[in-house]
């Protein structure tokens, strides 16, 4: 049976996060005449909406965790509001740049961009479907167990990995250069989020000490 009350909470979030998107598009742009806002809409919400029901109906205790993102840790905190102020900014200046015509992308790059955001979207839901602990907040499960198959086999934050090229693709989707120079500041406090969360998995995860000798990456293999 449907759980009516989280059905109704994942409905508002959705539609909060798609008017406060084509607010900080649409206003700057000064027109609803922007088909790369139009394009990055689709790309962002449908496939969120085909995922939200998919959780609602087969995990609703995942869907539960991606909706709570009221963070404890004092220094997570701090990373969630920085990254807040660098998507307003990014949102905002690609919409200025659409509006003034400060730089136009190639259409071949907009192209790829939206071929990476699909892709790196799809990874995002493969990571859902292998980890049923994933929540938006650095925090440890009552029964949760490490998981180090499929993309966890690779590297120990695959989350992470797609959602850096989630939104390192964003602002080139949007055909905003400016953007993507904002948002390169993202990948950095990923790092610093990621190094805090894992000194709470290593204190409060059992096991996860010896998943990171097996799985020597945390976001790019070879790389980091």
Known sequence: MMDAKLFSQALMKFLFGLIIICLLL???AGTLNYFNAW???????IPMLVAGIIMLIKSPELLKRRLNAKEEENDQKIVIIISGIIFLLAFVIAGLNFRFKWFNLPQIAITIASIIFLVSYIMYGEV???NM?????VEVSKNQKVVDSGLYGIVRHPMYTSTIFLFLSMPLILDSIFSFIVMLIYPIIIIFRIRNEEKVLENELKGYNEYK?????KILPLIW
């Not at 602990?133 to 907040?137: A, E, F, H, N």
């Not at 000798?213 to 990456?217: F, L, P």
């Open 133 to 137: 602990y994933l929540s938006r907040t």
């Open 213 to 217: 000798e097996k799985v020597k990456y």
């Open 26 to 28: 649409f206003i700057p």
């Open 39 to 45: 394009l990055f809409i689709a790309l962002l919400f």
């Open 128 to 130: 859902l479907r292998e």
